[in-house]
């Protein structure tokens, strides 16, 4: 009787390893997939600019802020300026499909996982709107008065850079 006793415990044993061992194994989803692909829309909002791209457009919407009828640009002490003679208030910029593709990673995964920073501008300088729209969603991340908004994180210095190849836009 011992023996088996001892053979249906040595079963039982075998039988919940193997169940705990299955159940272990499990591949866990990524958080992360392909669902910066499924964009329409993306914004970047600073100051005193705003760029719009659209999934379905071949070019982006540029608007510069005007003050009065004079146009201000911003320098990196965040005051504005005077700048020569007027420039026009939007402008048609051109992103190649990989740059769109590139910006819309880069965006969704700023506001999916926003970084926290301890850092605190005087004057409310520095900071940046994004904005990541699908179908009947959007998902948003601002970043306040942290001075330069590029180096809050690896993903917005690479959107500056990126964006900054086709026109001037602020870094505070």
């Not at 001075?147 to 210095?157: F, I």
Request: glycine letters at 2%.
């Amino acid at each position: 009787m011992k023996e088996n006793n001892l053979d249906l415990k040595s079963i039982y044993v075998v039988i919940i390893s193997l169940l705990l061992f299955i159940s272990c194994s499990k591949k866990q989803e990524p958080v992360l997939t392909d669902q910066y692909k499924k964009w329409e829309t993306l914004e970047i909002k600073t100051r005193f600019q705003t760029l719009t791209i659209s999934k379905f457009s071949d070019s982006a919407d540029y608007y510069n802020i005007i003050v009065g009828n004079k146009e201000f640009k911003i320098i990196p002490e965040s005051t504005p300026e005077k700048t020569g003679p007027e420039k026009p208030e939007h402008e048609k910029i051109f992103f190649t499909k990989a740059e769109k593709d590139s910006l819309s990673k880069y965006i969704y995964e700023s506001v999916t996982q926003p970084k926290f920073t301890n850092v605190l501008a005087t004057d409310y300088a520095g900071g940046v709107i994004l904005r990541f729209d699908r179908e009947n969603m959007n998902l948003m991340c601002e970043y306040n008065s942290v001075g330069d908004w590029t180096t809050v994180s690896e993903n917005t210095e690479k959107i500056y850079n990126l964006i900054s190849k086709k026109v001037e836009i602020s870094k505070q």
